[in-house]
């Protein structure tokens, strides 16, 4: 199994640009999720998805877009891009939506806006 | 909403002696707590979960995490640290009432020196 994958590792946008970060996971897992991490604030979830076809917003999630149309991919996408959303993002997944499960992470894009 | 605070930006150890790496949380019921770590360029790794039961639970790599719910507390420990275990870690906590939303600190730089 490959686990999570995401493409691209590294991107810059210029401000007003979008586009689209990509996971997929191979384990057939129910719950996926992405996060963005900054320095000295840990992991923020952005949004998160516990099958096909349902997503829901997280912590912090103005200025980006998800859609779930397959149990494998869960892509993020940036509408318009801006200099606050320079960070690392991460996608994750576990099996299924309870508590119990912990997650599998992916190895993250580092993403940054001029 | 649940919380998690992990009070100690930088950790440095000698290479043989023990380490802890604390965290402490705030849940509105039953709280689920996970201990992750990160290494440079890396998503991050399950080490170890409390659900229920024992309130020592053991994990990846010979750490293991001590549940306290008098102190609302999880910290990680490990008898016997290595250079290798230098890295980031990170204290998650989901809640039985907001199970969608897993909430991690800000993160505990560990440095273990030879």
């Known amino acids: 199994n490959a686990g999570v994958t995401q493409t691209p590792k590294f991107q810059v946008l210029k401000t007003g640009q979008s586009m689209t970060l990509q996971c997929a996971q191979d384990?057939?897992?129910?719950?996926m999720s992405w996060y963005r991490q900054d320095p000295g604030m840990g992991l923020r979830l952005i949004h998160y998805?516990?099958?096909?076809?349902?997503?829901d917003q997280g912590e912090v999630p103005n200025g980006y877009n998800v859609s779930r149309s397959t149990t494998e991919d869960f892509p993020l996408r940036l509408l318009s891009a801006a200099p606050s959303q320079t960070s690392v993002y991460f996608c994750?997944?576990?099996?299924?939506?309870?508590?119990?499960?912990?997650?599998?992470f992916g190895p993250g894009t580092r993403l940054t806006v001029t | 909403a649940q919380s998690v605070a992990q009070p100690e930006d930088q950790v440095n150890v000698a290479e043989g002696n023990p380490l802890t790496v604390k965290c402490t949380y705030s849940?509105?019921?039953?709280?689920?707590l996970f201990w992750y770590v990160q290494y440079p360029n890396r998503g991050l790794q399950f080490l170890l979960k409390?659900?229920?039961?024992?309130?020592l639970v053991k994990g990846s790599y010979g750490f293991e995490a001590e549940f306290n719910k008098s102190q609302t507390s999880f910290h990680l420990k490990k008898p016997s640290a290595l250079v290798s275990d230098s890295a980031l870690y990170f204290c998650?906590?989901?809640?039985?009432?907001?199970?969608?939303?897993?909430?991690f600190g800000a993160g505990t730089r560990l440095t273990v020196k030879p």
């Open positions: 849940v509105s019921g039953n709280p689920y």
């Open positions: 998805s516990v099958g096909a076809g349902i997503t």
């Open positions: 998650a906590v989901r809640d039985m009432y907001n199970n969608n939303d897993m909430r």
């Open positions: 994750a997944s576990s099996p299924d939506r309870g508590p119990s499960y912990e997650q599998y």
């Open positions: 409390y659900i229920t039961g024992d309130n």
């Open positions: 384990m057939n897992h129910e719950y």
